[in-house]
């Protein structure tokens, strides 16, 4: 959602979180993308998800007071955009929960208190410079979009789901770390990250950690962590901070309990600490 290249020179993140940039809003509003609701400002457009074809209301910026009644900013929103059937709503991870905005997307930024080295049985990772492995990453970044989408109850189909990941492999910041067999070389897993992405919100430029996946058994733990620590490592070298997500399934996933708000707390115990959350909403 929020990889597209901003205009001007990219910030630093901020420690406390991805606030909103002046600049953003003051661009919204040349644009007529702001609207006021009792006196307070949001940001609002339709966006058309490109995996599942659904057509949202996204709304990248509310007032906080506004999202202390999310009810009332949602039938604003739905109002405006008469065509969407649904809205995704961003909001600080300080902003209490409310049951009219299911969680969608958790943005984390890995930060830990001290870098830690790859694990002493951890599988031999490397960067794909020479593509060697496009024909399996791209598999693994269909399957990792299926899996979100079905986790959501909505319907991606392969032929999607395909082509939303060859425009991440057509990206020309996506660069990918790989996971081989210890023996034979066979890759049993990838990370891909974009390194230019950037935050229109806030104003800043970040390495996105779009995908982890592990298709080999066994040493998933310490295969997962040398994956980050050379994804943190090449972040550094760009002087840029890196960014990971975690999708939530819909409230009734036959899982029980949200099982992703389980992976943002083991995230968080890793190091990792939420920026920004994505929230969902129907149309009544």
Same mark, same amino acid.
């Given at each position: 959602?929020n990889?597209?290249?901003g205009?001007g020179?990219p910030?630093?993140?901020?420690e406390?979180?991805f606030?909103v940039? @002046? *600049?953003?809003?003051h661009?919204?509003?040349?644009?007529?993308?702001?609207?006021? %609701?009792?006196?307070?400002?949001?940001?609002?457009?339709?966006?058309?998800?490109p =995996?599942?074809?659904?057509?949202q209301? %996204?709304?990248?910026?509310?007032?906080?007071a506004?999202?202390?009644?999310?009810?009332?900013?949602? +039938?604003?929103?739905?109002?405006?955009?008469?065509? #969407?059937?649904? *809205?995704?709503?961003?909001?600080? @991870?300080?902003?209490?929960s409310?049951?009219?905005?299911g969680?969608?997307?958790?943005? %984390?930024?890995?930060a830990?208190?001290?870098?830690?080295p @790859?694990?002493?049985?951890?599988?031999?990772v490397?960067w794909?410079?020479?593509?060697?492995?496009? +024909?399996?990453?791209?598999?693994?970044?269909?399957?990792?979009?299926?899996?979100a989408?079905?986790?959501?109850?909505q319907?991606a189909?392969? +032929?999607?789901?395909?082509?939303?990941?060859?425009?991440?492999?057509?990206?020309?910041?996506?660069?990918?770390?790989?996971?081989r067999?210890?023996?034979?070389? =066979?890759?049993?897993?990838?990370?891909t =990250?974009?390194t230019?992405?950037?935050?229109d919100?806030? !104003?800043?430029?970040?390495?996105?950690?779009?995908?982890i996946?592990?298709?080999?058994?066994?040493?998933?733990?310490?295969?997962?962590?040398?994956?980050v620590? +050379? #994804?943190? !490592?090449?972040?550094?070298?760009?002087?840029?901070?890196?960014?990971?997500?975690?999708?939530?399934?819909?409230?009734?996933?036959? !899982?029980?309990?949200?099982?992703?708000?389980?992976?943002v707390?083991?995230?968080?115990?890793g190091?990792?600490?939420?920026?920004? %959350?994505?929230?969902?909403?129907?149309? @009544?």
């Amino acid at each position: 959602m929020n990889a597209a290249p901003g205009t001007g020179a990219p910030a630093s993140a901020p420690e406390s979180g991805f606030d909103v940039d @002046p *600049a953003y809003l003051h661009a919204a509003r040349e644009a007529g993308l702001a609207h006021t %609701l009792d006196g307070r400002t949001y940001v609002a457009d339709a966006y058309l998800e490109p =995996v599942t074809g659904e057509q949202q209301c %996204l709304v990248e910026y509310a007032h906080p007071a506004l999202l202390a009644d999310p009810p009332r900013l949602l +039938a604003a929103v739905f109002s405006l955009r008469p065509a #969407c059937t649904s *809205a995704v709503v961003r909001t600080m @991870p300080d902003t209490p929960s409310h049951p009219a905005l299911g969680p969608l997307t958790t943005y %984390l930024r890995y930060a830990p208190a001290a870098e830690l080295p @790859p694990a002493a049985d951890a599988p031999p990772v490397g960067w794909d410079d020479g593509r060697l492995h496009d +024909a399996s990453v791209a598999d693994w970044l269909a399957r990792a979009l299926t899996t979100a989408a079905r986790d959501r109850g909505q319907d991606a189909g392969p +032929a999607a789901a395909r082509d939303a990941a060859a425009r991440l492999m057509a990206d020309p910041s996506r660069r990918s770390c790989i996971v081989r067999h210890p023996h034979t070389g =066979v890759p049993l897993g990838h990370a891909t =990250v974009l390194t230019d992405a950037y935050d229109d919100v806030s !104003g800043t430029a970040f390495v996105e950690l779009v995908d982890i996946l592990l298709d080999g058994p066994g040493r998933t733990r310490a295969a997962t962590g040398t994956l980050v620590h +050379a #994804c943190a !490592g090449l972040a550094a070298e760009l002087g840029l901070p890196l960014l990971g997500n975690v999708s939530h399934p819909r409230p009734d996933h036959p !899982g029980g309990p949200d099982p992703a708000a389980r992976v943002v707390a083991a995230l968080q115990a890793g190091g990792w600490r939420p920026t920004h %959350l994505y929230r969902y909403a129907e149309r @009544p």
